[in-house]
């Protein structure tokens, strides 16, 4: 039986990386490199036309699909090197005249890092790009319906000023659409290597492989046959800027998601309890106190990111190495696609459906009369802001904000007032103040009696960037 475990912790183990990362089929681009690399030297005539025809399609599929676990075996009792035990195993796998053409002018980090890169590209292509893409659809379904929907804004813990639902979705969003976009341009500028083993093609250079070739080189040929471009010069491993940029987005992505998690996790909390996760029939909230619902998967959300920002600090520690390559991030390099795993695996909560196929994240509850609720709590006093600016607009002399500082929010918390009307009752005994009041407009003061309507561009701003997003997912390749 296989052994399709992912890196990282068995716990977190996303199905639709299991293809790519399983263990047993982490060898699988590698055979693809060297089957690709095998073609290339038949094309310039290096192996015989005889030679290279033993190269069935039956041969090619048993040569990527070498476990391993074979590989580790053949390693451990022989090689005490995993390529080379790989190279003795795929030559079991086809005639002597043949495999003896296996490997040649390569050395074990030409197909190592590029099959590496191949793994990235087609977990990004395959897993991560789709699902960022249906969270996205997702976010751009909720803005759009709670764009309006009133919500008081909070900083330091505090309420602040009216936003919306919307709005607030809507800075998650954005930094998703940001990120996304990095990701993309990341993924699509990772880079593999058919260098040789200084990175200097002295084998090709040497033993006229290059002469072969023409105008297209050797490494070029190879990497155009899995998808890749060269990096423009390397080492024995690949200069590691590429992928280590792309990883560091995926972490960037992963914070954006624990980002939401945090922000939903707080307003599910008992005394706030404007947003609700689904909770499952059957579900248990706790193993004594039944009464409860706990956010696990919002805390889940912001867990997984402090996993992924600790593996990053791995790739920061692969970033040098010594002379043309040490073996020192050998073992580390491994563990690289658990961020990756990671990201997906928070994505996946995100998109995890009911028996009815909806989503986790389309079924976000937002509880409107407990956003009145709260709301209410400081609706008295939350437009200082407006009515000290106001103030001073309308030519009032002293402080305004230290008037309604000291003086005006205790009075209305105390008299259970709005804020212009403990301006206004302040004004009775202070000529310089009554004249500002006077002097605001109108529609000013109306608006200073509908805290609810003092919500900026909120909603204008939430479609903006549900626009935004949208267009982007719409002119995607």
Request: hydrophobic share 45%.
């Amino acid at each position: 039986m296989a052994n399709n475990f992912l890196p990282g912790n068995l716990r977190y183990q996303p199905k639709g990386l299991i293809d790519i990362w399983g263990y047993d089929v982490l060898y699988r681009p590698v055979g693809e490199v060297e089957l690709a690399s095998l073609r290339v030297l038949a094309e310039i005539g290096v192996i015989p036309e005889s030679d290279i025809a033993l190269l069935t399609p039956e041969a090619e599929q048993r040569i990527i699909t070498i476990w391993t676990t074979l590989v580790d075996e053949v390693e451990r009792k022989h090689t005490k090197h995993d390529i080379r035990a790989w190279v003795r195993l795929a030559q079991n796998e086809v005639p002597v005249e043949l495999g003896r053409w296996l490997h040649v002018v390569l050395t074990s980090y030409d197909p190592l890092d590029t099959a590496r890169t191949m793994q990235f590209v087609q977990a990004h292509k395959l897993v991560v790009s789709p699902a960022m893409v249906q969270v996205m659809e997702i976010f751009i379904e909720l803005i759009t319906k709670f764009a309006g929907t009133v919500q008081i804004g909070r900083t330091h813990g505090q309420h602040a000023l009216p936003i919306t639902v919307g709005f607030w979705l809507a800075t998650i969003l954005s930094r998703l659409l940001y990120n996304t976009k990095k990701m993309d341009e990341l993924a699509a500028a990772l880079v593999g290597k058919i260098s040789g083993a200084v990175g200097a093609y002295n084998a090709q250079a040497g033993l006229g492989i290059l002469q072969k070739c023409g105008q297209t080189p050797f490494e070029e040929r190879v990497l155009i046959k899995v998808g890749l471009k060269p990096a423009p010069i390397s080492t024995q491993i690949l200069p590691p800027e590429s992928l280590a940029y792309y990883l560091f987005s995926c972490t960037m992505q992963s914070a954006v998601i624990a980002q939401l998690g945090r922000d939903c996790r707080h307003l599910m909390r008992t005394e706030i309890a404007e947003i609700g996760e689904p909770f499952e029939e059957g579900q248990v909230g706790s193993s004594t106190m039944a009464h409860k619902r706990n956010p696990i998967n919002f805390e889940n959300l912001e867990g997984m990111f402090i996993r992924t920002k600790n593996e990053f600090g791995k790739v920061l520690d692969t970033l040098v190495s010594e002379h043309q390559r040490d073996l020192v991030a050998s073992s580390v390099y491994r563990d690289f696609p658990i961020i990756v795993v990671n990201l997906v695996q928070q994505l996946s909560t995100l998109l995890r459906k009911n028996d009815k196929g909806a989503t986790f994240l389309s079924r976000l509850s937002v509880d409107e009369a407990n956003l009145r609720r709260n709301f209410k709590m400081s609706a008295n006093v939350i437009l200082a802001e407006p009515l000290y600016i106001a103030l001073q607009m309308a030519g009032y002399k002293g402080d305004a904000h230290k008037l309604i500082n000291e003086k005006a929010v205790s009075l209305a918390k105390n008299a259970n007032l709005k804020l212009i009307d403990a301006v206004k009752h302040l004004a009775d005994n202070d000529a310089d103040l009554w004249e500002a009041v006077r002097n605001i407009p109108e529609e000013v003061i109306t608006l200073m009696r509908e805290p609810e309507n003092y919500i900026g561009l909120a909603k204008e701003k939430a479609m903006e960037v549900a626009s935004s997003a949208g267009s982007y997912l719409s002119h995607r390749e």
